[in-house]
């Protein structure tokens, strides 16, 4: 079939206004933010374009385009939100492929108080959804610093986790029911309910799925009362690392589930904290809730680290006010993007997650290593921000001069995060926390997963044995078409 063919046959689905084949805008939906300088230059040369995108309003186009994608081996790329900064919405390498963008599929369906949950489309952005339910005095409890960017078919579909997870958890813990299509077309609805007992939960199949085995087009998330008012911020100032993390770890054992619990490394700490601390690490925390159980979490947290010596306190209004201005919208991602292109430097992050035992020595085992193998380097630092009662993560943040690199942006980057991915296996974490392992980090997937890896592949082909759902993501085209005999 020719890209006219192709091209024609899905306007026959969706109307001509909802297909887009403007080069500038092919281009610019190459490549995600994982190659933030190459969007900062517009330079589009090195990843295949889309032949198109495709804008879907409703369940029966979704159905109609997939099906068609997958008997004609083309290979759909889906998008809600378009934040992904871990090449989940570039090509893998099989062609032609175009995007399926749910972005205009965006109703709050339903508000259910009694049950305390509501029902919505797959592109509903989750600021407008927690605007929304803010004004009722409810709130999913998800808040990724992306939140302004982000629409619920990705967050979904990326596993992702917001700066509350401590007390709500991930994406995973709050979806009630979920319902999409899968690449032969087939539709599936998972009633929302509180828990089930009936085989596995077939919801956590597709939260992290990445859009490799079906697109997601609604959802059932919790909701929770929201009470901003009872919040308590705090914080403190210290100097060794090790006790910071025992902190952390001293808070999840007894008990304690403040929403925000977070150490930032001193690198990291003067990119955010610069105001009121000079070359110290900072320990934060939020607690939230009724009344009474934020006030008895903030005690209970302030006792655990007064037993400890070295931490100076700081006023809890610095943790709100820093918090207040956290999140990223377009314009700042845009901002960024000059910003690289006016200095040269360019900045990025990775994350992964590992047992209290491992956090530091893997986060210094990181930082010996990159600044010593990665020429070019301005610095790697990072923080810790959700909190486990048998580990933690680590998001890691660096930079480098594109002038003083000589290479390309991404081997830099690829060289970056093959440390982290190294040191973290040999820490025995997992190299991928929350931002989903796209094409970025798929190259290691059989490492990650070990022997278990055979079942992850297992499931994958099941659901889209042709590969017509973002080829190239979680499993590389070259390991999906290896026999594993
Ligand atoms: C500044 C910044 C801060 C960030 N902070 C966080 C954070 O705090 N926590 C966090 O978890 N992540 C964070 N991220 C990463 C990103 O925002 C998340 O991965 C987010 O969940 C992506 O949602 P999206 O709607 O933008 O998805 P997209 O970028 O559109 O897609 C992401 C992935 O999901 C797939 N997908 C999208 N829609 C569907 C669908 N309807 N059905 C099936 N598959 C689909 C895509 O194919 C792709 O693989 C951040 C990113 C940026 C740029």
Not at 232 to 246: E, N, P
Not at 314 to 320: A, D, R, T
Request: proline share 4%; no cysteine.
């Amino acid at each position: 079939m020719t890209v006219d063919e192709i091209i024609t046959q899905l306007q026959s689905f969706v109307g001509a206004e909802n297909i887009e084949i403007g080069r500038e805008q092919l281009e610019e939906s190459s490549i995600d933010l994982y190659r933030k300088w190459e969007q900062a230059q517009h330079e589009f040369n090195q990843i295949t374009p889309p032949i198109a995108i495709v804008y879907i309003t409703n369940v029966a186009q979704v159905q109609q385009v997939l099906r068609f994608a997958d008997e004609n081996k083309l290979n759909v790329i889906p998008r809600t939100g378009g934040s992904d900064i871990e090449r989940g919405l570039e090509t893998g390498g099989k062609e032609p492929h175009f995007i399926l963008d749910g972005s205009r599929m965006n109703q709050i369906l339903k508000v259910d108080p009694t049950n305390m949950q509501v029902t919505v489309e797959a592109g509903v952005s989750l600021q407008v959804l927690e605007d929304n339910l803010n004004k009722m005095g409810y709130t999913t409890g998800h808040s990724p610093q992306s939140k302004p960017i982000t629409q619920i078919g990705g967050l979904i579909a990326t596993r992702s986790i917001g700066q509350y997870s401590t007390l709500y958890g991930g994406i995973e813990d709050m979806v009630a029911g979920l319902a999409g299509v899968l690449p032969d077309g087939t539709t599936f609805d998972i009633k929302p309910i509180p828990r089930r007992a009936a085989g596995p939960d077939i919801r956590q199949i597709f939260i992290g799925s990445e859009g490799t085995i079906a697109f997601i087009t609604q959802a059932t998330l919790k909701m929770h009362t929201w009470q901003p008012d009872n919040n308590i911020y705090l914080g403190w100032a210290f100097d060794d690392l090790a006790a910071g993390f025992k902190i952390l770890r001293d808070v999840m054992v007894a008990g304690y589930r403040p929403s925000m619990a977070r150490v930032y490394e001193a690198g990291d700490a003067a990119l955010h904290f610069a105001d009121f601390v000079h070359e110290q690490h900072v320990l934060l925390f939020m607690a939230e809730g009724p009344a009474n159980i934020a006030q008895a979490t903030a005690d209970g947290i302030r006792a655990i680290v007064a037993a400890n010596a070295g931490f100076t306190e700081f006023p809890g209004q610095h943790v709100k006010d820093w918090l207040d201005h956290l999140n990223w919208d377009n314009k700042r991602v845009n901002d960024e993007r000059i910003y690289f292109a006016k200095t040269h430097q360019v900045g990025y992050t990775t994350e992964i997650a590992a047992g209290w035992s491992e956090i530091v020595p893997l986060f210094m085992s990181v930082q010996t290593r990159v600044m010593q193998e990665v020429a070019g380097m301005i610095g790697i630092s990072g923080h810790s921000s959700h909190q486990y009662i048998n580990g933690t993560n680590m998001y890691f943040i660096y930079g480098y001069w594109m002038d003083k690199v000589n290479a390309t942006e991404i081997t830099v980057h690829d060289q970056i995060n093959r440390i982290i991915v190294e040191e973290t296996l040999k820490h025995a974490g997992t190299i991928v926390h929350h931002h989903g392992i796209g094409k970025a980090r798929a190259p290691y997937i059989q490492e990650e997963y070990g022997t278990s890896y055979p079942v992850l592949k297992k499931l994958l082909q099941a659901f889209d044995p042709h590969n017509t759902m973002n080829a190239g993501s979680i499993i590389p085209i070259d390991l999906w078409n290896k026999s594993d005999q």
